[in-house]
């Protein structure tokens, strides 16, 4: 499904963010980013969509061929790609169905965007609100949702893409426990009901191992665990973490 090459990337200032780093991600597969701050999970991430601009190496998506920095390529890759962040990055004033319609807009121009959507746009919209379970809350602000809601509502405005690929930076980070499982559940079903290639940073190893079909671990910007999460051995997790963080990890 998407391909690097070799793909690294290194800050102005010389700062090594990702070093030359060739995968695959597949459809259907939930993949789990492990590591601690700094090791490159969300510059890898961010390199996927070209949110961080690659400093080397090459990205092959399926359908698309190698994406370059030209717009039109950009563009095309961005909107088969739905993004979920940690901090939902929401438009607070606005409505969950005003917020889920806006995973569409990259499908029409500047000028178009700027009247209603189609009704069958609006129609597809709450399809995706009632998938999320949130059909009830659709006019309702989302600054007056809750924390697990909200991120909810990012799923859903990514679901309005019809997406190929879902990447989520720390989607469950600022949440507590139990929806951070509910969370994660809902982005794994989805990922095997739609065939999408999902792509999860995430710090706690106990929710990676329980919720990932393939963990990546990373340390100082280089992949030295690609595997099933049963094969994530203390070892392992050391190597990973150092001894240092790895406690923090588990328990998180």
Request: hydrophobic share 40%; glycine share 8%; proline share 4%.
């Amino acid at each position: 499904m998407i391909e690097l090459h070799g793909v690294g990337m290194r800050y102005p200032n010389g700062l090594v963010a990702l070093r030359p780093t060739s995968l695959a991600f597949h459809k259907g597969c939930f993949t789990v980013l492990l590591g601690p701050s700094g090791a490159g999970k969300s510059t890898l991430l961010r390199c996927l969509n070209f949110l961080n601009n690659p400093t080397s190496g090459q990205i092959v998506v399926e359908g698309l061929g190698k994406i370059d920095f030209q717009r039109k390529a950009l563009r095309q890759l961005r909107r088969v790609t739905g993004m979920i962040f940690q901090q939902h990055q929401l438009i607070t004033g606005q409505s969950a169905l005003k917020n889920v319609l806006v995973g569409v807009l990259g499908k029409y121009n500047s000028f178009r965007s700027l009247f209603p959507l189609p009704r069958h746009e609006q129609e597809f919209a709450l399809e995706c609100l009632e998938r999320v379970g949130l059909l009830d809350k659709a006019l309702e602000r989302v600054d007056n949702l809750s924390g697990g809601e909200q991120q909810r509502v990012g799923i859903a405005r990514a679901l309005a893409q019809k997406p190929r690929v879902i990447l989520a930076d720390e989607p469950v980070a600022s949440l507590d426990p139990t929806t951070a499982n509910s969370v994660l559940c809902l982005l794994h079903r989805i990922t095997k009901e739609d065939s999408i290639a999902t792509v999860v940073s995430l710090h706690n190893v106990e929710l990676a191992r329980k919720y990932a079909d393939r963990i990546i671990g990373l340390s100082e910007g280089t992949v030295v665990y690609d595997g099933g999460p049963q094969r994530l051995s203390s070892e392992m997790l050391r190597r990973i973490y150092q001894e240092k963080n790895i406690k923090a990890a588990v328990a998180a």
